[in-house]
């Protein structure tokens, strides 16, 4: 099954460390998003990445949170500092194309923030 | 900024009844998609719609895009315990998902 694969499924980290999500996008797929989503509401867009570019980051908090999508490997969500207010299944979706085309989902990552 | 309301947020019904869901905006999109999410996964898409006023089926799904294609609406008839989930529009050129809805069908 070559879909989106994210890792890890759950991470558990206290106030103040780092935490770290990765997303291997399908084969073949270039644009990654993210999303955050909170218990029991719709997913929140954060960044679009395009092999080694960030094309939009609007969604994204100004402090602690970057994200990256290098020529080789994974794309990675980084949180700096976590407070419990980051607290939220984070999700990773790929496409073949930008805009317009449907997004391919993985299961998220659920962050929990002791 | 919600550019996408949807309505109504939670639905409860009995299985074999039908259901409509709304997806409305100010906005004019060129596309729109809608998709079903179950608990534990990402959302997965049940399909994209382009054209004004045009109208898909999918099984007991039926969606159907805005004549101005500002809005949107999914209904579902003879509901199954199946079709549980979290239904959500998505912008398909600006990222946003709507605030979605979320259906509990009761056997």
């Known amino acids: 099954n070559a879909g989106v694969m994210q890792n890890p499924r759950h991470l558990v980290r206290r106030r103040g460390q780092e935490a770290r999500l990765r997303c291997s996008p399908m084969?073949?797929?270039?644009?990654v998003y993210w999303y955050r989503q909170l218990p029991e509401e719709g997913l929140k867009f954060m960044v679009y990445?395009?092999?080694?570019?960030?094309?939009?980051e609007s969604g994204m908090p100004k402090e602690r949170f970057s994200a990256e999508f290098p020529k080789e490997g994974p794309s990675i969500l980084r949180i700096q500092q976590v407070v419990r207010g980051d607290s939220a299944a984070y999700f990773c979706?790929?496409?073949?194309?930008?805009?317009?085309?449907?997004?391919?989902f993985g299961n998220g990552t659920r962050l929990t923030v002791t | 900024t919600q550019l996408l309301e949807q309505s109504p947020q939670f639905l409860s019904i009995q299985e074999g009844e039908n259901l409509t869901v709304y997806c409305n905006s100010s906005?004019?999109?060129?596309?729109l998609q809608w998709y079903r999410q179950e608990p534990g996964e990402g959302p997965v898409l049940l399909v994209t719609?382009?054209?004004?006023?045009e109208v898909k089926k999918l099984k007991r799904l039926t969606f159907q895009f805005g004549d101005a294609r500002k809005d949107s609406s999914l209904h579902i008839t003879a509901a199954q315990p199946g079709d549980t989930g979290l239904y959500l529009c998505?912008?398909?050129?600006?990222?946003?998902f709507g605030t979605g809805t979320s259906l509990t069908v009761i056997p």
């Open positions: 979706a790929s496409s073949p194309t930008g805009q317009n085309s449907p997004l391919h």
């Open positions: 084969k073949g797929h270039s644009h």
């Open positions: 990445l395009q092999k080694e570019n960030i094309i939009d």
């Open positions: 906005s004019v999109f060129s596309s």
């Open positions: 719609v382009v054209t004004g006023g």
């Open positions: 998505h912008t398909g050129n600006q990222f946003y």
